[in-house]
C-alpha cells in the first residue's frame, strides 16, 4: 500500500512544538541547578542515562528534551528533575513524600554512620592499654 497522492507529507510537528520547548526548558531549568558548578555534569548526566554527550548538551541548553525512557533516567538520579516534573503537574503531595524518603535515608546513614563509630570506641575501651 502506498501513500495517496495528496497525503505524502508529514506534517511539521508545529501543533505540540511549544508544550516540547518548555518541557525542555523545565529539564534545563532543573538539570543546571542541580549539576551547578559540577565540571563533569555532561558526564554525570550521559552515564544517568545513556545518551550521547552531544545529547545531553542538547538537554543542558534546553535545546531538545529528554525521550522518556531518558527522561525516566534522569529523574531516578537527580532529585531536581523530579521535582520539577512533580511540581509542574501540580502533584505536590508527591513531593512531600519524595522529601520524606530522602531525609529517612539520610537518617539512616547518619545510624549506620554512628553505629560504625561506636563499635569503634567499644573495641578500643575494651583493649587493654599498652602502657599499663
Given at each position: ?92 503531595d508527591?513531593?512531600?513524600m519524595?522529601?520524606i ?31 599499663a
Amino acid at each position: 500500500m502506498s501513500f495517496p497522492k495528496s497525503g505524502n507529507v508529514f506534517p511539521n510537528g508545529t501543533r505540540n512544538a511549544g508544550a516540547e520547548a518548555s518541557f525542555a526548558k523545565l529539564v534545563a531549568t532543573a538539570l543546571r541547578a542541580s549539576l551547578r558548578g559540577q565540571a563533569s555534569a555532561v558526564k554525570t548526566v550521559a552515564r544517568w542515562t545513556g545518551a550521547n554527550e552531544r545529547t545531553v548538551k542538547n538537554w543542558l541548553a534546553g535545546d531538545r528534551a529528554p525521550s522518556g525512557d531518558h527522561f525516566l533516567g534522569l529523574a531516578a538520579n537527580c532529585p531536581g528533575v523530579l521535582a520539577a516534573f512533580l511540581a509542574a503537574i501540580h502533584r505536590n503531595d508527591c513531593l512531600v513524600m519524595a522529601d520524606i524518603e530522602e531525609a529517612r535515608a539520610k537518617v539512616a546513614a547518619a545510624l549506620t554512620a554512628l553505629e560504625a563509630v561506636r563499635a569503634v570506641q567499644l573495641e578500643a575501651a575494651t583493649q587493654p592499654s599498652a602502657g599499663a
